[in-house]
């Protein structure tokens, strides 16, 4: 298994105030992501579990970009992945801030 | 998000089948009844499968806690059968076990498990074997407290190996048409007696053989629904008002329809012969029925409603 | 004296000692090989017909059993490598060169044949090249050919797998070749002719029914929420802008999900009876729900489909169908209904390179094309105008007349930017150039050329192609939607941005499309239950696709 994690500063905090959040399933190809609203407003972490080694830099553009796309701001967000393809992390990702915000 | 999310708060349109355990039990529960315990944030995770460079999961594969159901307390299990095909690892069954143990303090009306799983998770074989004996043990004492405990079975893992078991074991089961129930898998049985025997392919010899259909008929299953978490949340609500005693007179009853049921059946060679023998007029039909006439067919077969599995 | 009579006196020898063998025109099953040693001859061109579905595959165990002392360096030229038989023969030495066309199942074991020089290989063809040839200088002296039944006279009732029957035949009976039909059954009247006894030579009645593989059954269960998003782009950014009426869709999963949107999501855009009207396509399952809600007016298809038999025959409206009520398949006319009659052609691809090349071979396989580079084609040939073939045309045109212009047939990659096991879809170098190197081919197994080329669709968005005005940006055009692939986050993103303020890439938001809409709530159907439901119980799915 590789450990990876990756911390950005927002410029804002996500909006609404659930306080967690689950979605997705660990399975072949898919993953689960657990969003925690428990950090400071302008930072958003992101631990990663993966059975797959070497896609570092992958994860690391598709979570930038999502942290550009969606400012998170106050989220811890940890994942286990179970060998998802970069799309499917992504709409997982923006499904799970969406579900933060209502 | 309009999609996703009405889909899965709308219990007539959310298919059982393709919903995650999640979905099930929030969609299944009056709204907003759901409680879990040990939920996610508190990762619980199994402590094995990093060994062998396996993701785990921060439920390990099962959701559990109390909801209410038309107003009257339950407490729920649901396993997730597309982590680890549900399979009963130490977390998992521990969880389910615990669930099962606190019925006995709390009362509920029913304990609902919401099964879908392949048996014991092969990473853990001893914790999850001790699992299911424990979960036994424990639906024993829960019936004889009283308690009804009512099994749903409509997911894409089936209830299979110590899941088919537990089923065994339980008060009252609703089966999908999709939903399958039996010990060993087609695979296992292709394995070890050859494709001749049983043709794991044949999807529609396995529907016959283990599917939701065929154990509603031979009254291995004591409701049969469509597709939906309405239909199952129906069902439930229905077999927690009529569960069966837990007294020797039962156990006795049970004993003999299956020694029956072995005399009856024991040479047939497909399900199909069953179902005639049953007095099911064109058996060969059942397979293409749609549930109303499943329904009416059920309704003429005298064999479906007992306590014997 | 010159010669003129000496074909057809060579194929009279040959029937006249088939018919040893034979009670009239009937051969058992068991003398099959009899029967092949005696109407060959070494050398000989054989079409032993092996389709994209239907295989003749009573006759290929009888050629494989023959004696290659006496039955020896064929030249087999057939569309599809698709029985271990159609290449068991080419290890005894029955058979040494081969011309085809595609050879999906045993593309791993015909590649291991060719580096090992065990097979003589001609070409790989598109069906049309083949179907062509077998009319100027692959015509064979001996078609061993498929049916359902046959009378005593030979009339053949070919069932809804028509396929490649009836060009085989003609190439070969017409020009002084034998042609030999198994079947499943020998009847009194066959229920329609499919093809009439005087092109039949024998009959053999089979041991076994012939085998069809259900090639294009796309179980709805397995699609995806990011093919969904794919089909929901294709649907707003290219059939609705361009009015796409008819058009050959693709066997993946992406083209079955549109298939499936039509009746929900296409209907909520209003596109009915505006898109997806006429189509040259097998009968697909998952086109029952539009066939249903009334989307579709017909469709040609190539071949049949396994299960499909009793809703084409309740649909003789849509299908084309004989006056026996079932379906008429045609692979040769339906193929060239997808070139020249159709406005678009959609499908998905393994492999596209920088510049939109694209193939499905990978390192050790050689698939072939069968009939994807016909349909993915444009073809200059064309000459009457469409509403969307001329609106690509003039997206397409940078300089000349504008009198002068003429259209251009669209032709979309449908891709996911990862396949399977994270496999990235866009690549720099495709690996048909090294396969072509490592086993020498003349022509690198390019499935569609760049040039041909419109559109590719990812979910990151949609690149068109025609509006690229140099390599490079059809590059960055290229790298703009190929995600998170090496070529995707190669790209450069300020050429990315002008490429997109100026349509020629276009994301899902800036269609109005929300990606996480992308549900599977939108499929008309979920599972294959759903599709035998909406055709009213009338399609019965082969067993590997049922749960119930």
């Avoid at chain 2, 389910?96 to 799983?117: E, M, N, S, Y």
């Avoid at chain 3, 193939?359 to 349909?375: E, H, K």
């Amino acid at each position: 298994m590789e450990s990876l994690t990756f911390r950005h500063t927002t410029q804002k905090p996500l909006p609404g105030s659930v306080p967690n959040a689950i979605t997705g399933v660990v399975a072949s190809g898919n993953l689960e992501i657990l969003l925690e609203r428990v950090l400071p407003p302008d930072a958003c972490e992101v631990a990663i579990e993966t059975p797959i080694a070497g896609y570092g830099p992958v994860w690391e553009a598709v979570v930038a970009d999502f942290v550009a796309r969606a400012q998170p701001g106050g989220l811890r967000i940890s994942i286990n992945d179970g060998g998802a393809r970069p799309d499917t992390v992504s709409l997982r990702l923006l499904q799970g801030a969406r579900l933060m915000e209502a | 998000m309009a999609g996703a999310h009405a889909a899965s708060t709308d219990p007539d349109a959310l298919s059982w089948y393709e919903a995650t355990a999640r979905q099930r039990v929030v969609a299944l529960a009056d709204p907003g009844s759901f409680q879990e315990f040990l939920p996610p944030t508190e990762r619980r995770m199994s402590p094995h499968l990093p060994l062998f460079d396996l993701p785990r999961a921060f439920d390990d594969g099962i959701v559990v806690g109390r909801a209410a159901l038309d107003g009257k307390p339950v407490l729920v299990a649901a396993q997730e059968g597309r982590f680890m095909g549900g399979a009963f690892g130490e977390i998992h069954g521990a969880k389910l076990v615990g669930l099962l143990r606190a019925a006995l303090t709390l009362k509920p009306a029913a304990v609902l498990i919401l099964f879908d799983t392949g048996g014991v998770r092969l990473q853990e074989a001893n914790a999850g074997e001790t699992a299911i004996a424990e979960t036994m043990r424990a639906i024993v004492d829960v019936r004889a407290a009283g308690i009804p405990v009512i099994g749903l079975i409509g997911g894409r893992a089936g209830c299979y190996g110590g899941g088919g078991l537990i089923a065994g074991t339980c008060s009252r089961l609703a089966v999908s048409e999709g939903g399958r129930i039996s010990v060993s898998g087609p695979e296992v049985i292709e394995t070890n007696k050859g494709a001749e025997e049983f043709d794991s392919r044949d999807r529609a010899l396995v529907w016959r053989t283990m599917g939701g259909k065929h154990r509603r008929l031979i009254g291995g299953a004591d409701a049969f629904c469509t597709d939906s978490v309405s239909a199952f949340r129906e069902a439930a609500l229905d077999l927690i008002g009529r569960a069966p005693a837990f007294d020797l007179a039962t156990l006795e009853a049970e004993q003999a329809r299956l020694e029956s049921r072995i005399a009856r059946f024991g040479d047939c060679r497909d399900a199909t012969e069953i179902w005639a023998r049953l007095g099911v007029n064109d058996s060969e039909a059942v397979p293409a029925m749609d549930t109303r006439a499943f329904d009416e067919t059920v309704s003429r077969v005298r064999e479906a409603d007992h306590d014997a599995r | 004296m010159t010669q003129w009579r000496g074909e057809r006196e060579a194929r009279d020898a040959r029937i006249a000692a088939g018919r040893a063998h034979a009670d009239g025109k009937v051969v058992p099953a068991d003398a099959v090989v009899d029967l092949l040693e005696a109407v060959l001859r070494p050398g000989d061109r054989v079409c032993l017909e092996g389709d994209n579905q239907k295989q003749a595959d009573c006759l290929a165990r009888g050629l494989a059993a023959c004696d290659p002392g006496k039955v020896h360096d064929l030249h087999m030229v057939q569309s599809g490598i698709v029985l271990p038989e159609h290449l068991d023969v080419f290890e005894t030495g029955i058979a040494k060169r081969l011309d085809y066309s595609y050879s999906g199942p045993q593309g791993a074991r015909i590649a291991k044949m060719l580096y090992g020089g065990q097979i003589q290989l001609g070409a790989v063809h598109t069906y049309l090249e083949l179907f062509a040839r077998y009319f100027v200088d692959l015509t064979p002296n001996v078609a061993l050919i498929a049916g359902v039944s046959a009378d005593r006279d030979g009339n053949l009732y070919t069932g809804p797998n028509t396929e490649d029957t009836p060009t085989v035949v003609e190439a070969t009976a017409f020009k002084n070749g034998v042609v030999i039909a198994q079947v499943n059954q020998i009847v009194d009247t066959v229920p329609r002719v499919d093809i009439p006894g005087d092109r039949i030579d024998f009959v053999v009645e089979a041991d076994t029914p012939f085998y069809v593989e259900p090639l294009f059954t796309r179980d709805p269960a397995a699609m995806t929420e990011t093919q969904i998003l794919i089909a929901m782009m294709a649907i707003k950014g290219i059939y609705s802008e361009y009015g796409i009426r008819r058009l050959n869709h693709g066997i993946g999963f992406g083209t079955a999900a549109i298939e499936l949107l039509l009746p929900t999501y296409g209907e909520k855009l209003g596109l009915k009876g505006q898109i997806c009207t006429h189509w040259a396509l097998n009968p697909h399952p998952t086109l029952i729900p539009a066939i249903e809600s009334g989307w579709v007016q017909q469709v040609h298809c190539f071949g049949s489909e396994v299960g499909m038999d009793r809703y084409i025959r309740a649909r003789p409206d849509i299908f084309f169908t004989g006056a026996d009520g079932s379906l008429r398949s045609n692979r040769a006319f339906c193929q060239t209904a997808g070139l020249y009659a159709c406005d678009m052609f959609i499908g998905a691809t393994l492999q596209i390179d920088l510049m939109g090349h694209s193939s499905t071979i990978t390192q050790s396989r050689v698939a072939g094309f069968g009939g994807a580079p016909n349909m993915g084609s444009d073809p200059h040939g064309r000459r009457h105008p469409s509403d969307p073939w001329m609106k690509a045309g003039r997206e397409g045109q940078i300089v000349g007349d504008p009198a002068l212009m003429r259209g251009r047939k669209l032709v979309v990659q449908l891709v996911e930017t990862f396949g399977e096991k994270l496999v990235p879809t866009f690549v720099e170098k495709l690996d048909a150039l090294e396969l072509a190197k490592k086993i020498g081919l003349e022509l690198a197994p390019v499935m569609i050329y760049a040039d041909d080329v419109t559109h590719i669709v990812t979910e990151e968005g949609i690149a068109n192609l025609l509006l690229c005005r140099d390599a490079d940006e059809r590059e960055q055009a290229i790298r703009g939607v190929a995600g998170y692939t090496d070529v995707g986050r190669g790209r450069d993103r300020a050429k990315v941005e002008e490429l997109r303020a100026r349509g020629v890439i276009r994301r899902p938001e800036d269609l109005g499309i929300e990606p996480l809409d992308a549900d599977r709530a939108l499929l008309a159907a979920k599972s294959i239950k759903d599709l035998v439901h909406w055709s009213g119980g009338l399609y019965e799915p082969p067993a590997k696709f049922r749960n119930w």
